[in-house]
């Protein structure tokens, strides 16, 4: 029985960590795959989301669900305003030009929330109703975690449902398949992509805040998980809401087993597999397009 334990209790904070990283990932693989901009500035966004919400329920005395909200929306707002004034003259600039643009971009960010906030780690300070442990009948586990895996799921169907059932999720999966004949069609595909981008960057910034139990949150985020962003979406695939879920879970689960069992060096097994990975799938798990 305790083994049993031992097992679920690895794979669900392996998943809870896996859900974080999806939910984070989840705007850059699409809009990557929509408009080709090399956005490593992403992360950044998740960092500016996870301050708002942490620092509206800290000190402003914000509720759970209204700090999130107001993370989600804020994070989204901020992007539009960087989309309309400064990534979309840089569209059809080259990828060398767009990984220096956004590289800037995240230092940028990185010395503004020093100055405002400071270098200090930020605690996210949970309610009552997600403290504490919770009783799954096989183990107990932290509230928190299983809360964050089922609200992952519902997240994850959510943006699914709306790429596969939706007329403007039609228009991003047809915009991802060949965007010269998206606008052929008379797709808008510069309004799709601000409405795109300031989504993910919502979610970015939603799960910055969600995750700050379990990745941190300091100015150093955007740099620290960068590489992890972009393994669950290179792995999962440009475009593919259901294999950036699938990549993210797996590497939570093998980045939690690693971080337990080979706590020094653990990481290059993460490395090598994605590199096998990409070698044998070049377009990730179910990505829509050759890239």
């Not at 989504?199 to 100015?219: I, N």
């Amino acid at each position: 029985m305790n083994a049993v334990a031992d097992i679920a209790g690895i794979l669900l904070g392996g998943l809870a960590a896996g859900t974080v990283l999806f939910i984070v990932s989840v705007g850059l693989s699409v809009t990557m795959g929509l408009m080709g901009f090399v956005n490593l500035a992403h992360g950044a966004f998740a960092m500016v989301g996870g301050y708002i919400i942490v620092l509206a329920m800290n000190r402003a005395q914000y509720g759970f669900p209204a700090a999130l909200a107001l993370g989600f929306f804020g994070t989204a707002a901020l992007s539009v305003l960087l989309e309309r004034f400064l990534y979309r003259r840089l569209y059809r600039a080259g990828e060398l030009d767009q990984v220096l643009f956004t590289i800037g971009l995240i230092f940028i960010f990185i010395a503004g929330i020093t100055i405002v906030v400071g270098p200090e780690h930020q605690t996210l300070q949970l309610p009552a109703v997600l403290s504490g442990q919770l009783n799954l009948g096989f183990i107990e586990y932290r509230t928190y975690s299983v809360f964050l895996i089922v609200i992952g799921f519902l997240i994850a169907l959510g943006i699914w449902l709306t790429f596969e059932r939706t007329h403007i999720g039609g228009q991003i999966r047809a915009t991802v398949d060949n965007r010269r004949m998206a606008e052929s069609l008379g797709i808008d595909v510069d309004r799709l992509f601000t409405i795109t981008f300031a989504f993910g960057s919502g979610m970015a910034g939603l799960g910055g805040g969600l995750g700050a139990e379990f990745l941190g949150l300091d100015p150093q985020y955007p740099l620290e998980y960068l590489v992890y962003f972009l393994i669950v979406v290179s792995v999962g695939g440009l475009g593919s809401v259901t294999g950036v879920y699938y990549a993210a879970l797996i590497l939570g689960v093998l980045d939690f087993v690693l971080t337990l069992y080979l706590p020094k060096g653990g990481t290059i097994f993460i490395y090598a597999l994605t590199i096998l990975m990409l070698l044998a799938r070049p377009r990730g798990l179910l990505g829509r397009k050759e890239q």
